[in-house]
């Protein structure tokens, strides 16, 4: 029994519909949006790191109603500058993060500086396969000497993203793009 012709064409129509779809899938996703996904993503996991150690303020606040009692909320917090940590952080650095050779207060600042700059850098593309290898580098430290349990959880992904960034670089929708050709002349 032999298939009518529309029929026995149509595996040979979905494979070409396939490799359609999936070359504009890759052309979208493997330039500039992943690129983009990639920094944002790997700067929002450092800036919300950050945003645990200083102390903050709330814009676009809002109250909600919780068992009847108003909480304030705010639909984005920022660090207040000049930054200042909260006792909390050092005392985290000093008995849960304690990192041999570096003193616990000079250790505090270190990471929160580096999670202040660096997902600033990253989201604006600036210096952005450096600042992925000084987030690679402190994804390393954490993994090694502060939670060397979380590894599939939490950093394999961050080291994935980081590596991603340092390879691929920035994508066009980056400073560095812009600014790269001007700075080489």
């Known amino acids: 029994m032999t298939l009518p012709a529309p029929m026995a064409a ?16 890759q052309t979208l996703l ?12 790997l700067a929002g996991v450092f800036w919300r790191s950050l ?8 814009v676009f606040g809002y109250t909600e109603m919780i068992n009847d009692f108003a909480v304030q909320r705010s639909y984005l ?3 207040e500058l000049p930054l200042s ?5 050092l005392n985290l650095f000093e008995n849960e993060y304690a990192l041999p050779l570096v003193p616990t207060e000079i250790a505090a600042w270190m990471a929160t500086l580096a999670e202040f700059v660096l997902p600033i850098l990253l989201v604006l593309g600036v210096l952005t396969r450096f600042s992925a290898l000084a987030l690679l580098g402190m994804t390393l430290v954490i993994q090694v000497f502060v939670y060397p349990d ?11 993203l980081a590596l991603y960034i340092a390879a691929h670089g920035p994508g066009r929708l980056s400073i560095d793009h812009w600014a790269g050709p001007r700075f080489a002349r």
Not at 51 to 58: A, D, H, P
Not at 150 to 160: E, K, N, Y
């Open 85 to 89: 940590l909260k006792p909390s952080t």
């Open 51 to 58: 945003l645990t150690k200083v102390e903050t303020f709330g």
């Open 10 to 25: 149509l595996p040979a129509r979905l494979h070409q519909i396939h490799q359609r779809l999936t070359g504009q899938l």
């Open 77 to 79: 917090r920022l660090p």
């Open 150 to 160: 979380a590894w599939w959880g939490t950093h394999a992904l961050w080291v994935v």
């Open 30 to 41: 493997a330039g500039d949006v992943l690129r983009v996904l990639a920094r944002l993503t």
